[in-house]
T-cell receptor
Framework: DAGITQSPRYKITETGRQVTLMCHQT?????MFWYRQDLGHGLRLIYY???????DKGEVPDGYVVSRSKTENFPLTLESATRSQTSVYFCASSFSGGPNTGELFFGEGSRLTVL | AQTVTQSQPEMSVQEAETVTLSCTYDTSENNYYLFWYKQPPSRQMILVIR??????QNATENRFSVNFQKAAKSFSLKISDSQLGDTAMYFC???????????FGKGTKLSVKP
């Protein structure tokens, strides 16, 4: 089915471990984004990508790494997880970007708990 | 910096009543989009309604409508005939992020009571 999918949906890990959250979209959207959602903060942008092999930092990038070798995939890696990275992570995509950014299409979210 | 402010962290409304959620934003852009997203307990982000800034007419989607005041940078959401299924977190978002992203407010938790 077409859409945007995230995996895993739930993950528990320990401090210091590496974790990768996967994101796959079937629309061939150019733009992809990673947000984290925390109570009292809404959604904050971690990283974004305007196209394959083009990525850049968002508002809260520290401790995260992304790559985009193919248009449809945009994995997010926590190189050494910390408790402050316990959060719900959303991947999203859109056809356009810039000042006229249109609708974002969201994945179902990945809840990550770092013990 | 571009920001989105939702001044009501929580609201409640009786079933079948009308409720209005407030949102203000700051931007230097002239053309942009504004959105309201709904996040029910399932956690899925669902687009409720979208407004293009160059359109003066307020957007409407069934029971959902907006009051868009461009000069005041205000974008409120009105829900008419509230239903129990409207219980959710509602996020206002502005499509003017410099990285091509949406900028979100902190959300308003809406509870519809029977």
């Amino acid at each position: 089915d077409a859409g945007i999918t995230q995996s895993p949906r739930y993950k528990i890990t320990e401090t210091g471990r590496q974790v990768t959250l996967m994101c796959h979209q079937t629309w061939s959207h150019s733009y992809m984004f990673w947000y984290r959602q925390d109570l009292g903060h809404g959604l904050r942008l971690i990283y974004y990508s305007a196209a394959a092999d083009i990525t850049d930092k968002g508002e809260v990038p520290d401790g995260y790494v992304v790559s985009r070798s193919k248009t449809e995939n945009f994995p997010l890696t926590l190189e050494s997880a910390t408790r402050s990275q316990t959060s719900v992570y959303f991947c999203a995509s859109s056809f356009s970007g810039g000042p006229n950014t249109g609708e974002l299409f969201f994945g179902e979210g990945s809840r990550l708990t770092v013990l | 910096a571009q920001t989105v402010t939702q001044s009501q962290p929580e609201m409640s409304v009786q079933e079948a009543e009308t409720v209005t959620l407030s949102c203000t934003y700051d931007t230097s852009e002239n053309n942009y989009y504004l959105f309201w997203y709904k996040q029910p307990p399932s956690r899925q982000m669902i687009l409720v309604i979208r407004q293009e800034a160059y359109k003066q007419q307020n957007a409407t989607e069934n029971r959902f409508s907006v009051n868009f005041q461009k000069a005041a940078k205000s974008f409120s959401l009105k829900i008419s005939d509230s239903q129990l299924g409207d219980t959710a977190m509602y996020f206002c978002a502005h499509g003017g992020g410099s990285q091509g992203n949406l900028i979100f407010g902190k959300g308003t938790k809406l509870s519809v009571k029977p």
